[in-house]
């Protein structure tokens, strides 16, 4: 399996490293594996959800899974 580091999904996912960092640590990238001061994010892993958006609001009033 390939892994990429927060610079090159913040690149990719058009986000500041620190927002990839913050995201890996609150367990909302899926397969993010912390190598002891790095993370490792899986090549195929999807953008988070941003939380601050109606869409992300509506899905956690309902409790249900993203679209």
Known sequence: MDYM????????WGITIRQVQSQCEGGRVDGAVRLGHMWL???DAPKP???????????KRC???AP
């Open 5 to 12: 580091t927060t610079k090159e999904a913040a690149n990719r």
């Open 41 to 43: 994010i899986r090549k």
């Open 49 to 59: 959800m941003d939380g601050r958006t109606k869409a992300a609001r509506e899905i």
């Open 63 to 65: 409790g249900g899974e």
